[in-house]
Structures are given as structure tokens and as C-alpha cells.
């Protein structure tokens, strides 16, 4: 199966959800949150490093109740900072 590459959008959604859990996680393991959420500390790191910027909805919903975020605020923090449209010129 080939998986279509990401567009740059979704890169960067991957690196804020990244920098999100590393903040969140604070000073605890990798190992102790990894195991709290049922996934491997490899791929903790991967997703906090960026190289897995699509995990699964279930992994995600783990790390986040491990880590005691809502499901809202990585909505809010993760997605896409509003473009700005030019305003048009007044004559």
C-alpha cells in the first residue's frame, strides 16, 4: 500500500501535537507515559519528535488521558493558526 505524502499543513499539526506532549509530559519518562498509554516509548518519541505527525485518534486519546489533557485543548492548540486574508484596498 503507498500512503500519499502529508502536505505541509498536516507536518505541522504533527510537530504542534509533538510540542504539546513534551510540554505536557514535563519532567516525567517517556517510559512511564508510553506505558500509561499503552503504546511503546519509541513511539512516544516519534510522535514527539515529529516523525509520526498522524498517529491513530485511539493513540492520541490515550497520551492525552495519560497525560491529563483534554481532547479540546489538543484540538485548540494543534490546529492550523488562522490565515489572514489581505483586506482589499478602499478607493
Known amino acids: 500500500m503507498v500512503r500519499t505524502p502529508l502536505t505541509p499543513e498536516e507536518r505541522e499539526r504533527g510537530e504542534r501535537l509533538g510540542r504539546l ?18 503504546i511503546s516509548a519509541e513511539t512516544l518519541r516519534k510522535i514527539e519528535t515529529g516523525r509520526a505527525p498522524t498517529p491513530a485518534f485511539f493513540t492520541v486519546a490515550a497520551l492525552a488521558r495519560t497525560l491529563g489533557l483534554s481532547m479540546d485543548v489538543l484540538v485548540t492548540r494543534c490546529a492550523p493558526a488562522p490565515s489572514v486574508a489581505p483586506t482589499a484596498a478602499v478607493a
Open 21 to 38: 506532549l513534551r510540554e505536557a509530559r514535563g519532567g516525567r519518562s517517556m517510559a512511564e507515559i508510553a506505558a500509561g498509554a499503552g
